[in-house]
């Protein structure tokens, strides 16, 4: 790295460039006492020789002869003094304009150093000494007056981060032109590690030879803490604390890979509580919530060290288990497991009773792989729900066989929309500030003639398995947006309705033509439509989806991902995603009151929302301690039985403001 010469009005890059360009500006002046000298003496030969060959030209006398000599030499030396004056002064005023431009750079680097967490180091090669800034001592806890150790941050380094710091300080000697960025953990003097990012590079000399390593060092333990948040709501569930479906599958296929030892088997379970949503809707949100968190500690315990146990559903647990030998000490195991999930629990002062079925399945007896194998353990689950008799079913082959009720649901669904047994229930929509109303969610609904209401949670995937999911999603898109057009004229109002769409149906290459169908038959402007996707429908292939989602905000229409942080997202993927609205889990909602343990994961997903630039809607809202924490939080909308239950369209109407009056929420009491 050579000197360059610079204008001083340019303004370099940054200060530590500035500092490097002054730095090695002054080298040029260690050659001016050389050529000074040499211009001296070779100015004063030529004078004493020019002008003594003068002097002995002229006819004057002896004493004339001195008395020239003298002048002349005084003449000399004023004339040097002149000149070395004015080269003094020059080289004065160009070192003042050096050392101005230093402090003018420092403290402008000073100043930017303050304003943030970030701090400099410097390491001189050539006295081997380390010099921190007021900046990084505060980072680590130091005082500024203390006199530090050179390897004070080798010291406070992490024992399995400082090889990797050695290496990266060798890279930047072997490449000086190069800058080097890495993480590390230093201990702070109270004892606990803080994550600091490091950038730093080389100074050379004039030969390009390395005199001194600086850098700058930034504090970015939150942005670390805020990633860890971020894989937590990845792979474990927030509720209960165990992993979610994703995981299940994870530890599941690494389980049941590699050699078994002889008559080793793997149990594979799934269990459901049935009831649950009655229980929901007689003791409440928070004791459906205590017995979910009750029935997950005690398979933990039935399990032990040797099983995972997996919250795969909202109210369905699954397990793994290896290291049993032989069939009687599986089947042993699945019944201690029955009995103690099917103990009466003891929620708000009542003691409940309950029915939780298991569903089992064997590796490798029954399947090989992780997913064969849930499957199968679903199908064992379902038949111990139909026969009643008996809270345990292993899987048998042959067992889809026996699902009447599935085809008789199967046969029935596809005749729903022409005998119009589907029907739309609309959950109002409110502003999170001032209760206002924004909107509905429109949600499908199946009154079968025979079993009356089939909850969308066994209808949906059963169309999704026959193809129908494609002719549903379009009915209700149409219906939605035909009502809500229609509500909107009539009331004078810009009110928006979303729409579930199914992974299934967002994939059909007609797709995005079926949505601006629907929208220039209903007139409902794209605006006042939002499609609501799970994080599974864009996850599963994120490049497809983006070009989908394009086409959608081309129409105009919003798009949702529904259910945030219960399935498994790629920040770097989410980025790139076109979509305007995250729509936060009930489960996180419903962890704002008692302990709180849902504060957290719901401030992250809303500052994440917030970097984004996205807007945010809460679900399942049934408290006031939970508005208000969202509304004070920036929470944009929010939903929930505490200002408005799903309703049928003649009541939903009600709700609808009359023309100039403000769209305020009913309330609780009135729902």
């Not at 050659?31 to 003068?54: E, F, K, Q, T």
């Not at 292993?394 to 008789?408: H, I, K, P, T, V």
């Amino acid at each position: 790295m050579t000197a360059k010469h610079t204008d001083t009005a340019e303004m370099p890059a940054t200060a530590a460039e500035a500092t490097r360009r002054i730095v090695l500006g002054t080298v040029g002046y260690r050659r001016l006492p050389a050529l000074l000298a040499l211009a001296y003496a070779l100015v004063g030969a030529l004078w004493i020789a020019g002008s003594d060959h003068l002097v002995n030209s002229l006819p004057m006398s002896a004493q004339q002869v001195a008395i020239l000599q003298t002048y002349k030499g005084w003449f000399y030396v004023g004339l040097t003094a002149i000149l070395l004056y004015s080269v003094l002064c020059v080289t004065g005023r160009r070192i003042c304009v050096h050392q101005a431009q230093l402090r003018h750079y420092g403290e402008r680097l000073e100043l930017a150093l303050s304003a943030t967490s970030s701090g400099v180091w410097e390491w001189h090669l050539d006295s081997r000494t380390l010099v921190l800034s007021p900046q990084l001592k505060t980072l680590l806890g130091l005082p500024n007056d203390a006199t530090l150790p050179t390897d004070i941050l080798r010291q406070r380094m992490h024992p399995d981060d400082r090889e990797r710091a050695t290496a990266t300080m060798r890279r930047m000697l072997h490449r000086p032109f190069k800058e080097q960025a890495d993480q590390y953990r230093l201990r702070h003097s109270d004892g606990h590690y803080c994550w600091v990012g490091m950038r730093g590079r080389v100074i050379c000399d004039a030969n390009d030879v390395p005199t001194c390593l600086v850098g700058v060092a930034t504090d970015i333990t939150h942005s670390k803490e805020a990633d860890v948040r971020i894989q937590q709501l990845i792979h474990f569930d927030a509720l209960t604390g165990l992993p979610n479906r994703v995981m299940f599958i994870e530890k599941l296929r690494e389980m049941s890979t590699g050699p078994l030892l002889k008559d080793e088997q793997v149990l594979v379970a799934r269990f459901n509580i049935e009831r649950f949503r009655e229980i929901n809707n007689e003791l409440g949100m928070r004791a459906g919530d205590l017995l979910l968190r009750k029935m997950a500690r005690r398979l933990e315990r039935g399990t032990g060290a040797l099983g995972v146990v997996a919250r795969v559903g909202p109210d369905d647990f699954g397990v793994v288990v290896r290291g049993l030998i032989g069939n009687a000490t599986t089947q042993q195991l699945a019944e201690r497991l029955s009995l103690a999930v099917n103990k009466p629990y003891r929620l708000n002062g009542e003691t409940v009773h309950l029915r939780v079925t298991m569903g089992v399945t064997v590796f490798p007896a029954d399947a090989a792989a992780p997913e064969t194998l849930l499957s199968d353990a679903e199908l064992a689950l379902g038949r111990a729900r139909e026969q009643g008799h008996h809270p345990v079913e292993f899987y048998a082959a042959g067992m889809n066989e026996s699902y009447r009720l599935r085809s008789m649901l199967t046969r029935d669904l596809r005749q729903a929309c022409e005998r119009g047994e589907l029907l739309l229930h609309y959950q109002p929509i409110f502003s999170a500030r001032d209760q206002t109303l924004q909107g509905f969610e429109a949600l499908m609904r199946w009154r079968h003639r025979q079993l009356g209401m089939v909850p969308p949670s066994t209808f949906i995937p059963l169309a999704e398995d026959i193809g129908m999911i494609g002719a549903l999603g379009n009915w209700a898109l149409h219906e939605a947006s035909r009502q809500v057009s229609q509500w909107n004229r009539m009331a004078g109002t810009t009110l928006m309705v979303a729409v579930n769409v199914s992974p299934l149906q967002t994939q059909t290459n007609n797709f995005i033509d079926q949505v601006a169908a629907v929208l220039a038959h209903t007139g409902l402007p794209p605006q006042c439509l939002e499609l609501e996707v799970t994080e599974s429908a864009l996850m599963a292939d994120p490049v497809a989806a983006a070009d989908r989602l394009r086409q959608l905000r081309a129409l105009g229409v919003h798009v949702a991902i529904d259910d945030f942080g219960t399935g498994y997202s790629s920040l770097a993927v989410l980025k790139q995603l076109p979509v305007s609205k995250l729509k936060i889990d009930r489960a996180f909602v419903n962890d704002l009151d008692g302990n709180g343990e849902g504060v957290p994961i719901v401030t992250t997903i809303i500052d994440l929302a917030r970097s984004l630039q996205l807007t945010v809607t809460a679900e399942g809202v049934e408290t006031t301690t939970q508005l208000d924490f969202l509304r004070d939080h920036g929470c944009d909308t929010v939903q929930g039985f505490l200002l408005g239950k799903p309703l049928p369209a003649d009541q939903a109407e009600h709700l609808l403001p009359r023309p100039g009056a403000p769209r305020t929420a009913i309330g609780a009491k009135s729902c």
